[in-house]
C-alpha cells in the first residue's frame, strides 16, 4: 500500500509506485530493495500471482497480515513464547509486501489502500507492544511495563503527529525512531531473547523508548518551526 505500511515496517513496500522505500528483514538484516530487488521479485510476485488467481485481493493479504500478526503477538508473547511468536509474526509481516505486489499486478493501486495498510499497521503495532506489555506485568518486571508502555503511547504519537502534520500542509519526515526502526528494535531483540539471551530484550526496550520520546520531540520541534515561519511570512 503507498506511503504506509511496515515503512513497511520489517518487511515493507508500496500499493502504488510511489517511490516508496522497500525493506526486508532476514536473518536479523534490513535490506534495500535498490539492490537485490529482481531476486526478492522472483519470490514475490509467483506467489502474489498465484493469490490473485485463486481469487484473494490486496486488501484481504493486509487483513489476514494484521490479524496473523496481532494473533501470534497475543497467543505467544503474553505466555513469554518469545522465540515461536517472533518467527510467526515475520512469517505474517510477510504479508505486507504481497499486498503491495499484488496490488501492483491487479492495478488496484490507491488511496483506501494506503488508508487501510496505515490505519491497521498501527492495531499490529499495538498488539505487539500490549503482549508484551501484558507478559512483564504477569511476571512483575515492572520497570520493562513501564519501558514498554512509553514505546507503546509514544509509538502511536509519532504516527500520529507525521499525519496531522500532514494534514495541515506541513512535513514531518524526521526523527531517529520511525516505524521501521522501532520494529527491527522490537522484534529483533525479542527473538534472540527467545534464545535465552539475557538482557538483550530489555536494554533495546529502554533504548527504543528513549529514541521514540526523542522523535515526538523531533517531530514537535519540526512542525512548530514549520507553523512558527508561516506565520512570520504572513
Not at 531476486?39 to 486488501?59: R, S, Y
Request: with cysteine; proline share 2%; charged share 15%.
Amino acid at each position: 500500500h503507498a506511503g504506509g505500511g511496515w515503512h513497511k515496517g520489517i518487511a515493507c513496500t508500496a500499493r502504488a509506485d510511489s517511490g516508496a522505500s522497500r525493506c526486508l528483514l532476514a536473518g536479523g538484516l534490513m535490506l534495500n530493495q535498490t539492490g537485490p530487488r529482481g531476486a526478492i521479485a522472483g519470490v514475490v510476485e509467483p506467489i502474489a500471482k498465484g493469490l490473485l488467481k485463486i481469487g484473494l485481493t490486496p486488501d484481504a493479504i493486509t487483513w489476514i497480515g494484521t490479524i496473523g500478526v496481532s494473533t501470534a503477538a497475543f497467543v505467544f508473547y503474553t505466555r513469554g513464547s518469545f522465540l515461536v511468536g517472533t518467527l510467526v509474526i515475520i512469517a505474517f509481516i510477510f504479508s505486507d509486501m504481497l499486498d503491495g505486489t499484488m496490488a501492483r499486478l491487479s492495478g488496484r493501486s490507491g488511496n483506501w489502500g494506503a488508508f487501510l495498510d496505515s490505519t491497521l499497521d498501527r492495531v499490529a503495532d499495538g498488539a505487539i507492544f500490549l503482549s508484551l506489555l501484558i507478559w512483564f506485568a504477569r511476571t512483575d518486571q515492572w520497570w520493562l511495563v513501564g519501558a514498554t508502555s512509553v514505546c507503546l503511547i509514544g509509538g502511536m504519537i509519532v504516527s500520529y503527529a507525521k499525519a496531522r502534520a500532514e494534514g495541515l500542509g506541513m512535513t514531518c519526515n524526521v526523527g531517529f525512531a520511525e516505524r521501521t526502526e522501532r520494529l527491527i528494535l522490537v522484534l529483533l531483540p525479542t527473538l534472540i531473547a527467545g534464545f535465552g539471551v539475557p538482557y538483550i530484550q530489555a536494554i533495546a526496550l529502554w533504548v527504543l523508548a528513549a529514541l521514540t520520546l526523542l522523535t515526538v520531540f523531533q517531530r514537535m520541534a519540526h512542525v512548530h518551526k514549520q507553523a512558527t515561519g508561516e506565520r512570520a511570512a504572513q
